[in-house]
């Protein structure tokens, strides 16, 4: 636990601006299915690892936890001045409710970073395939924003 605190604390202490134009650490909320609290941390540009605390409404209800590595492709295509970017990724999840269901995820997405403000929009879909109990393929998506630190 005193490891898990340490290293936690190394990482909310490091100054993004040591990062170029790299906004290391964002916490922000998703909206969709699930709904809940998000965070992303930017190891550079082009990876990053994104996690969630939500509420998934499926069925009866249950507590949802994904963890996320995306591939960024950052520039992806513009719209008059305004410069999105794309990221496909591999994840795990985990809901909580009477019984444990667990499975992958397969993000893809767009997103939009301001350049005046440390803000990120998104949006995505993941296709799930479901383990454990049982097999099964769901879908996923929703939209969010980071604010970085």
Known sequence: MK???????????????????TKLLGIGAYLGEPTGVTAAFNADQSNT?????????????????HGDYQY???NFFNIEEVSFGSFFGLGGKILFNNDITAGLRFPLGIYHSFKTAPIELFF???PQ????????????????????F
């Open 124 to 126: 995505e879909i993941a």
């Open 3 to 21: 490891r898990l605190l340490a290293i936690l604390f190394l990482v909310l202490s490091i100054s993004p601006a040591a990062f170029s134009d």
């Open 72 to 74: 960024r492709f950052p």
């Open 49 to 65: 690892i994104d996690i969630l605390f939500a509420w998934s409404f499926q069925n009866t209800g249950s507590f949802y936890l």
């Open 129 to 148: 395939f479901e383990l454990y109990p049982a097999t099964a393929f769901t879908m996923g998506g929703g939209i969010g924003f980071y604010f970085f």
